[in-house]
């Protein structure tokens, strides 16, 4: 059997990369997919501690913030499309404004 | 044996993509680089004992979000656009945060984290996900469903051009 620490150092590296990518780069989807992939690292913790404590409610946990990301990845496009309708770019250095 | 092999090749997998996703200037080569890191995170989740989430992941991840996303790249035409290098001050400071951050993490994980596994199989099949889900998280469940019909209906009212209905028929198209 795989420790739960060899798991849990996975997810914090891959979180890390996420909130890299999320600090460094400007353009808004590959931020909006940095942000998938620190969730999909606290998914990857919540299942190596429900593996270690034999506990299902780390599961249920993972199925809800699939469905979570589900919605949010569906209105955060809509916004960059409507972003996009308007200021042809999705840079987020061009959205510094709440209204346009 | 075999477990920690299959262990290494996949996590290796998984953050070299997710590497490629925050270092690739295509829009579209991050995209499907995240496809990859999500398949090898699958395979994560079956090493876990978790084999329902792990077709959930490739599902409901792989195959809805993401090409959602790429959708989304595709209409927009985005696949051309590189942003220019600018705030290199920033740029520095965001890179060395998150080294920090991270290597402060892994060592605290490292160090502290030792942990027994407890004896026994861990039964997480679909059929006890599935008691679990609808008996003691019923209230939550029905929620999730409420926020997703909210999410449709807030990305088709920010999707449609200015919160107006469009024309059928542009006039400079007419012409």
Not at chain 2, 153 to 159: D, E, F, M, P, Q
Request: net charge neutral.
């Amino acid at each position: 059997m795989i420790p739960t620490s060899w798991f849990l150092i996975l997810s914090a590296i891959l979180f890390t990369i996420g909130v890299c990518g999320f600090l460094t780069r400007r353009n808004g989807i590959t931020m909006f997919m940095c942000v998938e992939l620190m969730v999909n690292a606290v998914n990857l913790t919540f299942l190596a501690y429900a593996r270690q404590f034999h506990q299902l409610h780390g599961l249920i946990f993972v199925f809800f913030v699939m469905a979570i990301a589900a919605a949010e990845a569906a209105v955060g496009l809509a916004i960059f499309i409507s972003l996009f309708h308007h200021r042809e770019t999705i840079d987020v250095d061009e959205a510094n404004l709440m209204r346009w | 044996m075999i477990e920690f092999a299959i262990f290494f090749f996949f996590a290796a997998i998984a953050v070299v993509f997710a590497l490629v996703v925050i270092l690739h200037r295509n829009t579209v080569v991050g995209a499907l680089s995240l496809v990859a890191s999500f398949f090898a995170l699958a395979v994560m989740y079956v090493l876990l004992d978790a084999p329902f989430l792990a077709a959930l992941q490739v599902i409901v991840y792989a195959g809805a979000i993401m090409v959602l996303f790429l959708f989304v790249i595709m209409l927009l035409n985005l696949q051309h656009v590189s942003e220019p290098a600018t705030r290199p001050i920033q740029q520095f400071l965001g890179y060395a945060g998150s080294a920090f951050f991270g290597i402060a993490l892994v060592y605290y994980l490292a160090k502290y984290t030792v942990l027994q596994l407890p004896p026994g199989p861990f039964v997480s099949d679909a059929r006890a996900i599935g008691v679990t889900l609808f008996e003691a998280y019923i209230f939550p469940f029905e929620m999730v469903s409420i926020l997703l019909l909210a999410a449709i209906v807030g990305a088709l009212l920010l999707s449609s051009r200015g919160g107006q209905a469009p024309s059928p028929v542009r006039p400079e198209v007419a012409r």
